[in-house]
């Protein structure tokens, strides 16, 4: 993506521009498949909001259509960085005249401590590429101009400043990640913390992993409370309409964890001990019984996977008015239940008695949504 971008500004053009949006989807659906790591290590899960921190208030980067925008709390959605080379922050002025690693990263990133305030990681890249998304839960994506980024045909002003923005929020992506990678390596502190820990704590944290992803955050933060309030700003990949994939891939993320392999970038397969083995051992039914859920889950994500590429999107199935959309949807969310308390089984067959699975209002305690 970092090499595309660079080609893209040598050459402007709408062809080099469809490069870089198609290889930031590459990106993503990679990076979600490590997504079951986080909740189970501290060490992720801190780094995490540097990547994917969502949702944005997308008024804090650039121009935005404010016609139904509706920031958050304590919001900068005025700042407009692109726009503006001097911003003011609770009595202080903040030098943005260039935009670089430690204004986007130490300066502006949650600013005012409103997880909103995005300013670095996938999903400030996808707004940059994408735009706004203007459609609701009609058809349609962000449609942002390759002009945007052009300096002989600017179009929405400030093209210099948003070509800069967008180059050094993706070096930034590229060292965090680095970041990451390093961290698990042979020396690493991640990999350190995981296997110095005792047997049943790492076993704890894999299946806290694999159990918070496929609940509170899959089925509930991601999925349900979309679904219960049929709003698009709620969609996880809202400006590319990517969303079927991120939530597929988060999928075979948990089904690559459990099974102990997955497919390299070569697309070769690398594999070694599993948990499933493990399980197996013990129980061969429940083992059977969970790997056939996430099966289960696949299956009724690919179906959310093939309506998009029939055109028919996730911010559209989520639409009041579209029953059949709906249903899908849910019936994913019900795979995602099913999934996560078979691996509540697994985690009492191994004896691991202190699993804290993250949860969700949305299916926890629906009424305080709407509250």
């Known amino acids: 993506m970092h090499k595309n971008i660079q080609n893209f500004f040598k050459k402007t053009n709408n062809k080099n521009f469809s490069k870089v949006k198609k290889s930031w989807l590459e990106a993503r659906n990679i990076y979600q498949q490590t997504e079951v790591f986080r909740f189970g290590n501290p060490i992720v ?13 997308e008024g804090l980067i650039d121009y935005v259509d404010k016609t139904n925008y509706y920031p958050t709390e304590n919001d900068f959605s005025n700042f407009n960085v692109i726009a503006n080379k001097k911003l003011k922050v ?15 990263e130490t300066q502006l990133h949650e600013i005012g401590g409103n997880e909103a305030n995005v300013a670095t990681g996938y999903h400030a890249i996808e707004f940059l590429l994408w ?4 459609n609701g839960t009609k058809k349609g994506n962000g449609d942002r101009p ?9 179009t929405n002003e400030n093209c210099d400043r948003r070509r800069q923005y967008l180059l050094v929020a993706t070096e930034l992506l590229v060292k965090d990640l680095e970041e990451i990678r390093n961290s698990w390596s042979i020396n690493g502190e991640a990999r350190r913390d995981l296997t110095e820990s005792s047997y049943k704590d790492g076993i704890r944290r894999i299946l806290t992993g694999m159990g918070s992803l496929s609940y509170g955050e899959l089925a509930g933060e991601r999925m349900k409370l979309g679904l219960m309030l049929h709003d698009p700003e709620e969609e996880h990949d809202c400006f590319s309409d990517n969303t079927h994939n991120s939530h597929f891939f988060n999928v075979i993320g948990i089904q690559n964890v459990y099974l102990g392999k997955y497919k390299n970038l070569g697309n070769n397969l690398v ?15 429940l083992d059977s019984a969970l790997k056939k859920s996430i099966e289960n889950t696949i299956f ?37 239940i099913l999934q996560s308390k078979n691996i509540e089984k697994v985690a009492k067959l191994l004896e691991i008695n202190n699993l804290q699975v993250e949860g969700s209002d949305s299916l926890d305690n629906p009424e305080a949504v709407f509250n």
């Open 131 to 134: 735009g706004q998304d203007l």
């Open 146 to 154: 390759h002009t945007d980024f052009s300096l002989r045909n600017c």
């Open 300 to 336: 009724h994500m690919k179906k959310i996977v093939d309506s998009a590429n029939k055109g028919i999107t996730y911010d559209m199935l989520i639409g009041k008015e579209n029953k059949t959309g709906n249903l899908l949807i849910q019936n994913a969310i019900d795979a995602l």
């Open 90 to 104: 609770e009595g202080n002025l903040i030098d943005a005249s260039i935009i670089d690693s430690n204004l986007l």
């Open 271 to 285: 594999e070694g001990s599993s948990l499933s083995e493990l399980v197996a051992s013990k129980d061969k039914k």
């Open 45 to 57: 899960d801190d780094w995490e909001g540097k990547v994917n921190a969502w949702p944005l208030d």
